[in-house]
């Protein structure tokens, strides 16, 4: 197959947005034919159809979708990276791509990462946060596809190097008419009688709460899975489940939804988090700087 043409790409992209061959045509400063012919040239160098038209104007096949995902990001990996270069030229000092556990982003990160960007010295550093799960994370910052990570130390980091971050604790949230709401602290076996709202199965939560019921040769019940705390949150507070959220996550739900937090008493239950990267030596310096205040503010 020969190479992709990156315009092409961007004419299908432009395409599926507007489902309209004229009006890309427009946008692109092309003519509507040269369109066509450059999407039929690519239909044949990946040998199966890419568009159709419809009712509703032109539309992306299966396979369609398929490219038109990855051309999405193909074109903003090199926009990014054209704006990089283009940043060094203007002055900008560095960039730091950072990938954290939802646990980590929901708790202090954000707020530690906006005071480091506040400091003068640090005002022409750009900095990118995305969210993962801890397995992932810890693959892209060993593949050099992330530069900092930030998860729990449970997590395998066999190859990296990382400095101790912050701490949270785990506790039980429950609605105020549940029957555990009374209890003053819990062990987390004593949780199971009951059904969860928990996280997605490829979440690091998940697991941990998957192996702390099978130490006790028991399973967790799950009325509800959900995507994110502020999910699980307001699956409590309408009654219909339990969950487990860290306490510095749960504080402003727990008085903005009415949910009552129940301490959970299990050794487990207090968690470390740890910044991690492949060697602080060889991070560029705006990257080994973010290290070093997100160590020291944890540090406070």
């Not at 900008?92 to 530690?112: C, F, N, P, Q």
């Not at 699980?232 to 969950?243: E, G, K």
């Not at 470390?272 to 700087?289: E, M, N, T, W, Y």
């Given at each position: ?8 790409l ?12 004229a ?10 034919s040269a ?51 283009a940043?060094?030229g ?7 791509r950072l990938?954290a ?15 480091f960007?506040r400091e ?17 994370l ?7 596809m992330a ?44 949780t199971l ?8 199965p490829?979440s ?5 709460l ?25 699956v ?14 749960g ?7 009415g949910?009552k937090?129940v301490?959970l008493?299990?050794a487990?239950?207090?968690?470390s988090?740890?910044?991690?990267f ?12 973010m290290?070093e205040h ?7």
């Amino acid at each position: 197959m020969r190479d992709l043409d990156l315009k092409t790409l961007r004419l299908l992209v432009a395409v599926c947005d507007h489902q309209n061959m004229a009006r890309a045509a427009q946008q692109e400063h092309i003519e509507p034919s040269a369109i066509s012919k450059r999407i039929a040239q690519l239909e044949a160098d990946l040998g199966t159809p890419l568009l159709m038209r419809s009712r509703r104007g032109v539309q992306p096949t299966p396979a369609g979708v398929a490219v038109l995902e990855h051309a999405r990001s193909v074109l903003f990996t090199l926009d990014r990276l054209a704006a990089d270069a283009a940043g060094f030229g203007s002055g900008v000092k560095g960039h730091v791509r950072l990938i954290a556990t939802a646990s980590a982003i929901a708790e202090s990160l954000l707020d530690d990462i906006a005071s480091f960007m506040r400091e003068p010295l640090n005002r022409n550093i750009k900095v990118d946060v995305e969210e993962r799960f801890s397995r992932d994370l810890v693959r892209q910052v060993r593949e050099g596809m992330a530069s900092v990570g930030v998860c729990w130390d449970s997590a395998d980091l066999h190859g990296l190097q990382h400095r101790p971050y912050r701490r949270d604790r785990l506790a039980l949230a429950v609605h105020p008419e549940h029957p555990l709401a009374g209890r003053k602290s819990l062990r987390f076996e004593q949780t199971l009688d009951h059904e969860h709202v928990g996280l997605q199965p490829s979440s690091a939560m998940h697991g941990m709460l998957q192996r702390a019921a099978a130490r006790v040769g028991r399973s967790v019940t799950y009325r509800v899975i959900v995507s994110n705390f502020d999910a699980a949150f307001r699956v409590v507070a309408a009654n219909l489940a339990i969950s487990v959220i860290p306490v510095e996550v749960g504080g402003p739900y727990a008085q903005l939804l009415g949910v009552k937090l129940v301490p959970l008493t299990d050794a487990w239950a207090q968690r470390s988090f740890v910044v991690c990267f492949q060697d602080f030596d060889a991070l560029q310096p705006a990257a080994r700087r973010m290290v070093e205040h997100l160590v020291e503010r944890a540090g406070r």
